[in-house]
C-alpha cells in the first residue's frame, strides 16, 4: 500500500509513462476533452483539487523542464494570482502563447489531468526532462 505521495491509481498510472521531451496537461475544470490522450478527471467541486496542488503533487517525483500556458492567463488575472503560479513552477520556465495555439499542443501530450480549478485559464502543459 501506497503511504505518501500520489494515492490516485490512474494519476500514478498515467505519470508512469511520462518519459523524457513527453507532454503532461494540468487543466481547469472547464477544459475540453480530447478523446485520444488519456484523461484523469479529479475535480471534486468548483476549486478542489487545484491546478497548483497538482502540480505541487507531480513536481515531487518528476523533473519538468518547460511549462506552456496561454497568454490569457496573464491578461485574466490578477498579479498575485500569477504570482502564484510562478511560484509553482519555480526553475520551470514558462512560455506565454495564444490560447488557440496552446490547445493545438495538447493532443501531443501523454495525458490531461482535469482539476475543479476556477481560474481562468489555468492550465498548463509541462515538458518532462
Known sequence: MINSGILNPQILSLLAHVRH????????RGFPF????ETVDISLVDGVPTVLQVL???RANH????????KEFQKNNTTAVCGKFAKGL??????FEPHIEFKKRVPGAIGLIRTGDTIQYANMILISG
Open 90 to 95: 519555480q526553475r520551470v520556465p514558462a512560455l
Open 56 to 58: 505541487a503533487a507531480v
Open 21 to 28: 521531451t513527453n507532454a503532461l496537461v494540468i487543466a481547469d
Open 34 to 37: 480530447w478523446p485520444q490522450i
Open 63 to 70: 523533473n519538468f523542464t518547460q511549462a506552456y500556458m496561454a
